[in-house]
């Protein structure tokens, strides 16, 4: 029986391995900047898509924020042979006089309560034109074929445990104002789809629904629910997509 540290370990891989090359076609500043200090600051989750960019950027230093002791301590032992520092806690956990070149927000902004005084937070402590890069999951762009209930009640429990927690999930239209408001010019906001039928995606989607009908049933998964997957990935007109979005922001110089 796996425990849930390391089906979220999987979870968590799955994620990265998914996106993590189309992804960098949102990062326009961060590919293109010259980080003075060179410091980006990224979410952590068990530091997995950290380190897939320390392996990309090997001269750049990282410094990561979870909150979840468990994740942290995992994120530290897989992050030691990189330049990846890992801070436990909040973003207001981070010394007071370490100033940053690039934020990547990826899959946690929806959860802050008030976005606004994170991204006060954030103007105070990065440089002159410093970027910031959001990415978040468009959650109109998600389809799956042949329906799969469990997926889709899956997926609506996530955006409701995200609302009841204070969060949103429709951020694309809104944080441009935000980020403006404290001194960020909004730079461009990209979508885009990953979908089954990309080369490699399809047995990666298919260990990635595994994963997440594991951390949410149990493992082994019950026997309907392992049923549906196994329909799913036999079925050849099956797919799956789901959306993404990147809002760049450079902070005024």
Request: glycine residues 6%; proline residues 5%.
């Amino acid at each position: 029986m796996r425990t849930r540290e390391i089906i979220y370990d999987d979870l968590l891989r799955f994620q990265t391995e998914l996106s993590f090359d189309i992804e960098q076609s949102f990062f326009p500043l961060g590919t293109r900047m010259e980080f003075r200090h060179s410091r980006p600051r990224l979410g952590a989750g068990n530091s997995y898509y950290t380190r897939r960019l320390a392996e990309k950027y090997p001269a750049k230093q990282f410094t990561c924020v979870e909150r979840d002791t468990k994740l942290a301590a995992r994120a530290r032992q897989w992050a030691k042979p990189y330049a990846i520092e890992v801070v436990e806690g909040s973003f207001d956990a981070l010394p007071q006089h370490v100033t940053f070149d690039f934020v990547l927000i990826r899959h946690a902004f929806s959860y802050l309560s008030d976005r606004v005084s994170f991204a006060s937070w954030i103007s105070s402590h990065t440089s002159p034109g410093a970027g910031v890069l959001v990415i978040d999951a468009d959650d109109e762009q998600f389809f799956v074929n042949p329906r799969s209930p469990l997926l889709e009640r899956g997926n609506e429990e996530f955006k409701q445990h995200v609302s009841a927690s204070g969060g949103k999930r429709k951020l694309r239209d809104t944080i441009a104002a935000e980020w403006e408001q404290n001194g960020f010019r909004h730079a461009t906001t990209t979508p885009l789809v990953v979908h089954s039928d990309i080369r490699g995606r399809r047995a990666l989607m298919h260990s990635f629904m595994t994963a997440v009908a594991e951390y949410d049933h149990s493992s082994p998964l019950p026997t309907d629910v392992r049923e549906e997957l196994e329909t799913w990935i036999h079925d050849p007109q099956s797919y799956l997509q789901y959306g993404l979005f990147g809002s760049s922001f450079q902070k005024a110089l």
